[in-house]
């Protein structure tokens, strides 16, 4: 039988080369990690759901070297910015539903008061290149989306985030460019937190709810 289908060890070992491979060209890999604090605020007497599709909940960027002397990057955020969201929410609204598929018709998700859909829009880095200061900056764009649970749109705006490394004192690059990631999301999660009503979309659909943001009001007749 002819073919180019890898089989036995080659089909193992094709991983191994390939992570040697970007070993050997440089690449410096940055998983980002953290916790991230809830909002103090009055939780919004809401039930939102949230959908996270596949390439915002394994979120990574990849910048090529454009030269001998420098090194790629492949930087992880997914697994941080679920954390951050998932945080983020829970601190802002009365209940967090998890949708079981994005929505719009005929999915079967649970009856929510809207769904947020967040996205990574845009993500950009500067690197010191010629200084042994380690500090980065991080700028980032989301598109957020609020529809809902049959995918009918509410509001859609997109807000920026910037972390910058607040140290120079920093152990290694990798170190340096995780830690402007954290930066950068804690600074998305404070602008949400503080923007969301304001958004004049959100502002007028919060305003077509019954009673929107008096929950101790309901059912107190005199």
């Not at 599709?53 to 990057?73: C, L, Q, T, Y």
């Not at 290694?172 to 804690?186: F, K, P, W």
Request: net charge negative; glycine share 8%; proline share 8%.
């Amino acid at each position: 039988m002819s073919g180019s289908m890898t089989t036995g060890p080659e089909r193992w070992l094709a991983p191994i080369l390939l992570a040697l491979a970007l070993a050997a060209c440089g690449t410096k890999q940055v998983m980002v990690q953290s916790e991230f604090p809830s909002p103090v605020m009055n939780k919004l007497p809401l039930t939102i759901g949230v959908w996270y599709d596949d390439e915002f909940a394994n979120h990574e960027f990849f910048d090529e070297a454009s030269g001998r002397a420098e090194s790629s990057w492949l930087v992880n955020t997914g697994q941080a910015q679920v954390e951050l969201w998932d945080t983020l929410l829970k601190g802002m609204f009365r209940k967090v539903v998890y949708m079981n598929g994005k929505p719009g018709p005929g999915q079967m998700n649970p009856v929510v008061d809207a769904v947020l859909l967040p996205e990574v829009d845009e993500l950009q880095y500067a690197i010191p290149a010629h200084t042994n200061v380690k500090v980065y900056e991080i700028w980032m764009r989301y598109r957020l989306q609020l529809v809902t649970t049959g995918g009918e749109p509410i509001a859609d705006w997109t807000m920026p985030a910037y972390g910058k490394t607040p140290t120079a004192f920093m152990q290694s690059d990798e170190g340096a460019v995780r830690l402007a990631a954290i930066v950068a999301l804690r600074d998305a999660g404070a602008h949400f937190a503080s923007s969301f009503t304001r958004v004049p979309a959100v502002a007028q659909w919060l305003d077509s709810l019954p009673r929107a943001g008096e929950p101790a009001r309901q059912g107190a007749q005199p």
